[in-house]
């Protein structure tokens, strides 16, 4: 098994930048394919970002395409999301999440671990 850590939410501004860090530990010789989801308070929780374990592909939802970036430090054992042009919309907690399939689905059913979460508020 593997336990997932979330890092970096925080309050900026509107048109701001943040970076999510998720640390994975445990069983961490294995490259999981992990995502971030977020999620409002009463909402559904939301893909936002994949990667798959050699860091090779990644898909993103197209509220967030061209404003956030997904990578991965395979040494390091980290997933990041740099999160760009933020705005009001963004607010959510964001989750880290990893699966032992290839895949990248959007289905946060499909998702096996889970981190805490980590909270973005942006002010207009």
């Known amino acids: 098994q593997v336990q997932l850590a979330e890092s970096g939410g925080g309050l900026v501004q509107a048109g701001g930048s943040l970076r999510l860090s998720c640390a994975a530990s445990?069983?961490?010789?294995?490259?999981?394919?992990t995502a971030w989801f977020r999620q409002i308070t009463g909402k559904e929780r939301e893909f936002v970002a994949g990667i798959d374990g050699s860091g090779s592909v990644t898909t993103y939802a197209s509220s967030v395409k061209g404003r956030f970036t997904i990578s991965r430090d395979t040494v390091a054992n980290t997933v990041s999301l740099q999160m760009d042009s933020l705005n009001a919309e963004d607010t959510a907690t964001y989750y880290c999440?990893?699966?032992?399939?290839?895949?990248?689905?959007?289905?946060?059913?499909?998702?096996?671990?889970w981190g805490q979460g980590t909270p973005v508020s942006v002010s207009s």
């Open positions: 999440a990893a699966r032992d399939s290839m895949n990248i689905h959007q289905a946060s059913r499909t998702w096996s671990y």
């Open positions: 445990g069983r961490t010789q294995k490259k999981y394919t």
